[in-house]
């Protein structure tokens, strides 16, 4: 098979695997829930409307994972240039998106590769 072939059949293993958009939903509405009680970084959601921010977790985590799904949404960097979040308030949001996605069943093989589609994404998020 192709590595193109082989990585678009990983990709959309992916997308099975995190539960399709059904599953993605409830990971995107369990992880903001958890950003938002988290006193580490509550703060920078006192601004955001939470609906739309949890359509637009869906559709880009829907993408990342191979799905169907568009993204419209601003750029990662346009998006959280105003919120100054740093290294911890990064690694505080991907232990939460673990947490989120253990509390679904995601399987743990699993658990590792939107991690790696979305590490090249950090440098667009940190801005101190």
């Known amino acids: 098979m192709p590595a193109i072939a082989q990585n678009a059949a990983a990709v959309d293993a992916l997308y099975k695997a ?25 703060p920078m959601f006192k ?3 939470l609906p ?11 993408v990342l994972s191979g799905g169907p ?11 959280h240039a105003e919120l100054g ?11 939460l998106l673990q947490l989120a996605r253990d509390a679904q069943g995601v399987p743990f093989r ?3 590769k939107p991690l790696a589609l979305l590490a090249p994404m950090h440098r ?3 801005t101190r």
């Open 52 to 62: 739309n921010l949890k359509a637009q977790l869906r559709d880009q985590f829907c």
């Open 18 to 42: 995190l539960g399709e958009k059904p599953g993605i939903t409830l990971i995107v509405d369990d992880f903001v829930n958890r950003m938002v009680a988290d006193v580490r970084i509550r």
């Open 69 to 79: 799904c568009k993204y419209e949404g601003d750029t990662m960097k346009a998006s």
């Open 110 to 112: 699993e658990q590792n």
């Open 47 to 49: 601004n955001t409307k």
């Open 124 to 126: 667009n998020l940190i």
């Open 85 to 95: 979040i740093d290294k911890a308030n990064f690694n505080t949001a991907v232990e």
